[in-house]
């Protein structure tokens, strides 16, 4: 089973940009949908973007379409979360998780997720 480490995280102003990373190992990464999800304090964790195996296919949440991109490079097992225009409303802890060939809206369908990285957005 795949083991997921996200990365990148930190302190950024609003109106900047981060992008987050997520290393897989231990598995066949290119047999896995990815997706991105985040958690902010008080709050239940949301789904953000999804991309297919091959990474031709992406979804995203109505709220971060065309300020966040998901991409994957599958020689290198990662894949990324690219933010611009970040937002206070941004602040959360930041997770990825994978889940075999189909990509999914629902966190519910993902067996298997990192460890997570804080992203802090100060107005």
């Known amino acids: 089973q795949v083991q997921l480490v996200e990365s990148g995280g930190g302190l950024v102003q609003a109106g900047g940009s981060l992008r987050l990373s997520c290393a897989a190992s231990g598995g066949t990464f290119s047999s896995y949908a990815m997706g991105w999800f985040r958690q902010a304090p008080g709050k239940e964790r949301e789904f953000l973007a999804t991309?297919?195996?091959?990474?031709?296919?992406?979804d995203y949440t109505n709220s971060v379409k065309g300020r966040f991109t998901i991409s994957r490079d599958n020689a290198k097992n990662t894949v990324y979360l690219q933010m611009n225009s970040l937002k206070f409303e941004d602040t959360a802890v930041y997770y990825c998780?994978?889940?075999?060939?189909?990509?999914?809206?629902?966190?519910?369908?993902?067996?298997?997720w990192g460890q997570g990285t804080q992203v802090t957005v100060s107005s």
């Open positions: 998780a994978a889940r075999p060939r189909v990509t999914s809206l629902s966190l519910n369908n993902y067996p298997t």
């Open positions: 991309i297919s195996m091959g990474g031709s296919i992406t």
